[in-house]
């Protein structure tokens, strides 16, 4: 096992204003990441400062039931699209509450969006376990029917935009699953460093860093079932970043009942306490293979959204998009003491 989890603290000053020009002194934390080499910034940031209260929805809520919203019952039938009958021989693909229909904003060969239930609105904490599951194995399933209809497709996300913060343009929950021929940017990263780790160490990358973090127990948060659940060593966001790894290689199409059992058992646990801390939003990405089984473990990460305050200032900027350099003030150590108290 060869994972080294390498941190740099380089001590900065500045001379504060608000303290007649006093020196104050800094403690700026650069972190690399074990597996990709990526670099993220742990600092001293004015937003841990600030207390996140969670906003009023009501308005929202209702400006988008004015608006109409096109994945409630009412609506679905009549505005969504559908798929093509070889592709879907219904035209969408219904599984419970969850109905599944092409995104008409594709970015990838097949983009699909599953409308979750009938329920406009449901707050960030109070996803039933049963809805959860449904919506996940229903992606599943197109999935399964995707790679089937189209040898071609190799490479999957299930993905999710929980409100305005997080790029969610509807208000309805809803997932976006993707079946891809080609592996996106990070996705790529991703899978070429798992691909290289185990060509170096003749081990797989992500066995050893469940190991390892189990080990150190800093950042190692627990398991439901066989899923793990960690603190990114290195954050993928602004805020903080958990990583929920599955179990061997197995990839998305041939998961069983209880790998989503056990997966929505701590997303549950995990949105609970988002909601308990005021967060409202979040960015959640499922990376898988479609037949893959060696070097890549599909795993998922989430991360909450929340406009910077005092401003509602973008939590994204130059720095993340551009510069591909990730900005924390939530050192993940602390983090993972926080989110064990729900496990």
Known sequence: MSIEFKKEVIPTSYLDAAQGFKEVFQNLEIRTDPLTGRLASIMDFPMRKFKLTKPDLSDLVRRSLEMGCPFCPSNLEKV??????????????NHGEISI?????SFAPYC????????????IGGFSP??????????QLFIKKISDYDRRVKYCTINWNYLPPAG????????????????VNHFRELLDASRRYQR????VYWSDLIEKELEIGERFIGKTGKVNWLVSFVPWSRWWDILAVFPGSRPVPDFSDQDWEDFVQGLNRILKFMSDQDYYSFNMTLFSTIDEKNSFWPH????????????????????ELFLGQTTTAFPPEEVCQQVKQYF
Do not use: W
């Open 80 to 93: 969504t699209p559908k798929f093509p009958s070889r592709i879907i021989p219904e035209g969408r693909l």
């Open 101 to 105: 229909f092409p995104n008409n904003a």
């Open 112 to 123: 699909a969006v599953a409308a979750m239930g009938t329920q406009h609105f449901v707050e």
């Open 130 to 139: 049963d809805l959860l599951f449904h919506a996940f194995q229903a992606c």
């Open 168 to 183: 969610g343009s509807v208000i309805h929950p809803h997932l976006q699953p993707v079946a891809d021929y080609y592996p």
């Open 200 to 203: 170096r160490n003749r081990t």
């Open 300 to 319: 998922a990460h989430l991360t909450p959204r929340f406009p910077l305050p005092p401003l509602g200032t973008s939590d994204a900027s130059y720095i």
